[in-house]
């Protein structure tokens, strides 16, 4: 199975997890790891060391018992705070710096960081080369297609990447106006292919493994990047890794297997978080599995309400013996 190099560094297929905030966590990246995700991106943490000692920040950074090469995602628009962050993210247990010019929230583009660096070319230039040159690390890039569709740079980005010294980039087929609205385009994405040599990995709408393989035959990329498609199917990004390289594809977890997987996942996030965040957390987690499973609606709004691990993991337990369920599964 094709592999992504990175330095020294090797992953295990050509298939990414996308970087998500408040998705990507370290219960996320080891549960998807073990379907066989190649690179897992962490969540981006900023760049601003005012924020390092948030109780978020020190969560997000956390690498321990994760499946290597680890790779820490930063945020931000001052050159210098972005060279220095890397080097202290590389200290915290970090072997890849990954730089977020993709997000496209309000609230990281107020700030002029995120996808709004794609409008100021000069500025990525400085980003990119003060951080390479801070960090003997591969340093990794996630772009958009540019500002907005009337002006997608993407190229001219992609090549400013490349001089720079950027090891792998990965293209999300939208602008940064277009936010997650409207179909990814990935026209802009091949021809980023044809105009650099380093490795390219293609995201956006990529929901299947059938999707998955035409996506990359269209785009001719190193390979993909998944992101909101994995909510809830820890197992995609290994299935589309094997149907994109020919290899058998392994089946989608049974009911009874994907109960297994969501009650492992809930005791992880309880255990990561503690006992008031890790159930208010696994509330998005368990409703995204239960958004697959016909006639779990109802089910869905009462696990909102509870308010403990406790009467989380005996609401699933319980769930699982449903006669509806139990009919599915057989």
């Avoid at 996308?18 to 073990?34: E, N, S």
């Avoid at 590389?90 to 609230?107: F, H, Y």
């Avoid at 087929?173 to 650099?196: L, M, N, P, S, Y």
Wanted: glycine letters at 8%; one cysteine or more.
């Amino acid at each position: 199975m094709p592999t992504l190099n990175l330095g020294p560094y090797k992953t295990t297929s050509n298939v990414a997890l996308a970087p998500m905030a408040g998705v990507t966590d370290l219960p996320f990246r080891r549960l998807c790891a073990r379907f066989n995700a190649g690179l897992l991106v962490g969540e981006m943490v900023h760049s601003d060391p005012a924020l390092r000692g948030s109780r978020k920040s020190l969560q997000r950074s956390r690498h321990d018992l994760e499946i290597a090469p680890r790779s820490v995602q930063i945020v931000g628009n001052d050159p210098h705070q972005m060279a220095e962050a890397a080097r202290y993210n590389l200290r915290c247990g970090a072997q890849i710096i990954d730089i977020n010019m993709g997000c496209p929230a309000k609230k990281v583009c107020r700030k002029a960081a995120g996808s709004a660096l794609l409008a100021d070319e000069s500025l990525v230039a400085d980003i990119l080369q003060a951080v390479v040159n801070a960090v003997e690390a591969p340093v990794t890039l996630k772009i958009r297609t540019g500002a907005d569709p009337e002006h997608r740079n993407g190229v001219s980005i992609a090549r400013i990447a490349e001089d720079a010294g950027v090891a792998l980039l990965s293209v999300h087929g939208r602008t940064r106006a277009c936010g997650f609205r409207g179909d990814a385009e990935h026209d802009t994405t091949a021809r980023i292919v044809e105009a650099v040599d380093i490795p390219v990995l293609a995201n956006g709408d990529i929901h299947t493994p059938g999707e998955a393989s035409k996506v990359l035959a269209h785009t001719g990329a190193a390979g993909l990047m998944i992101g909101r498609a994995a909510q809830g199917a820890p197992w995609l990004p290994g299935q589309i890794a094997a149907a994109v390289n020919g290899d058998p594809i392994p089946a989608t977890p049974g009911l009874e297997a994907q109960f297994a997987i969501m009650r492992s996942h809930l005791e992880e996030l309880h255990q990561f978080y503690g006992d008031i965040a890790g159930p208010r957390i696994a509330r998005k987690h368990i409703g995204w599995y239960l958004e697959g499973i016909p006639g779990c609606n109802d089910a869905r709004r009462t696990f909102n309400q509870l308010q403990t691990p406790q009467t989380q993991i005996e609401f699933l337990e319980a769930l699982l013996s449903n006669s509806h369920l139990q009919d599915l599964a057989a």
